[in-house]
Structure formats: C-alpha cells, structure tokens
C-alpha cells in the first residue's frame, strides 16, 4: 500500500442499487458468525429497503472491492423520536480488524449529524465484542443491558444497547 495506513485506502461513499449482491454477501457473513444480529437470513432487497432510511446508507471499498456498509433505520414512528435511530454496520470477514469499521463509523456519525439526528442507537451482542469496542471508540456510551431479550436457534441471548448522543441533543439540551 506504499505506506498508507489503512484508513487513507477505503473509501467511503453513498450506496447504490448496483451494491445490493455486496450488501447481501457481507450481511450473510455477519449472519454466519451467530454474533451479529438475531436475523437467521438475508432479507431480499425490498425489505431491506423499506426497514432502512433511505439516508446515510454507505459503503466502503478498498481496492476497489466493497468490504462493509452501513445504514440507519428508524427507532418509532413518533415523532418524539424523529431524530433517533438505530446504526447497521456489517464489515466483510476479510476485512474484520483492519480499520475499515471505523473509518465507515466515524463517517455514517457524520452523515447522521448532517442529516439532522440526534441520537444513535445500536443494540449489539456481549460475545461481539469487536463491535462493542468500535461503537465505544466512536463514542457510543452503554446505557444498559436488556437480558434474554430474544432467541436466536433456541438461545436467549443478551443485547447491550450502547447510544450516542449528537452536538444536536446538546444544543437542545442546552436551549
């Protein structure tokens, strides 16, 4: 990479229609691991669609291949909560530990802020503590722990719900 770190070498960039095999194939990896989410398949393209913001869906590539994404869903419908939502980040096994996550992090934060949300939620297993670190790194306090929550292939399993508040909840805050 002639001395670039590795962050300088992903880009980050809107997703497009065209990224939808990627999104799948990366997404089916995070399901594989048991620790990524309490999906057991893929949903097919328009589902994912209609449970994600159409804002803030981003993907990163490195050398010229998509290596993770990320997007936003809604947490409620009520409008107390407009500016709340819950962070997807999925990261190709290939480039799980490499840095790719939190360039995609720290620029989805980015794209949220922008897009006039205040806080970022992500409910994350305790065994996934790659992710929990990131989340961390980027600044997401957690705020509790909802035990036995749902089953995945006949286990209760835990969720750690971490947030993030934004300089819009402190000008609120402020105000």
Excluded at 22 to 36: D, L, M, S
Excluded at 159 to 171: D, M, N, Q
Aim: hydrophobic residues 45%; proline residues 2%; aromatic residues 8%.
């Amino acid at each position: 990479m002639g001395g670039e770190t590795v962050e300088e070498a992903v880009i980050v960039r809107a997703m497009e229609a065209g990224d939808w095999p990627a999104v799948a194939r990366i997404f089916e990896e995070g399901i594989a691991t048991g620790n990524a989410t309490f999906e057991t398949k893929c949903p097919d393209r328009d589902e994912w669609d209609r449970s994600h913001l159409e804002s803030c869906r981003l993907i990163a590539e490195r050398g010229g291949a998509v290596v993770g994404w990320a997007a936003l869903s809604p947490y409620s419908d009520r409008y107390a909560y407009r500016g709340v939502v819950e962070v997807s980040i999925y990261i190709a096994a290939k480039a799980r530990g490499t840095g790719v996550g939190k360039v995609l992090l720290l620029k989805l934060i980015e794209c949220a802020e922008v897009a006039g949300f205040w806080t970022l939620q992500a409910g994350i297993f305790p065994e996934n503590e790659a992710s929990l670190h990131l989340h961390e790194a980027a600044g997401f306090r957690e705020v509790g722990r909802r035990e036995r929550i749902g089953q995945l292939k006949d286990v209760w399993r835990d969720v750690v719900l971490l947030e993030r508040r934004g300089s819009l909840a402190e000008g609120a805050e402020a105000g």
